[in-house]
């Protein structure tokens, strides 16, 4: 890892929180940087409106790892609103900021985020598909 990521960052690296996927989650956004390769899948669960679980894979430099990872902390439980206006600044900065070189790993971050959320929404609030097509 490259001298220039701060303790955050390094800390969501090496030890990144909420990894993997969440079997039938409401709502899943996928989302590969073409200039880098790095690649971010996001998995939601979203309860009455509310994010309760988050979890996410990414293959990709340490910055994206670390832009995931804290991603996760921030969504969870927070409202489907609350989740949209987060910014990469935000995530930029809640990790203590990122080499300029490596800022498009926070936009990969909330990137995913509004792909995710789009899912949800398309999937009509959480509604599964079979069910929103039956009736």
Known sequence: MDHEYGP???????????VGEIPGASAVGQIKND?????TKLFLRIEGGRIVDAR?????????????SLLTTLV????VEEAAA???????????GLPETKAHSAVLAED??????ADWRAR????????????
């Not at 996410?56 to 995931?68: D, E, L, N, R, V």
């Open 8 to 18: 955050i960052v390094l800390e969501h690296f090496v030890n990144p929180r909420n």
């Open 35 to 39: 200039v880098c390769g790095d690649l």
């Open 76 to 79: 969870r439980g927070k409202t």
């Open 56 to 68: 996410f894979k990414t293959f990709g430099c340490g910055a994206s790892i670390a832009s995931a």
């Open 86 to 96: 987060l910014s990469a600044a935000q995530i930029a900065a809640a990790l203590g």
């Open 124 to 135: 009509g609030s959480g509604v599964p598909p079979a069910a929103a097509c039956a009736g």
């Open 112 to 117: 995913v985020l509004r792909a995710a959320l």
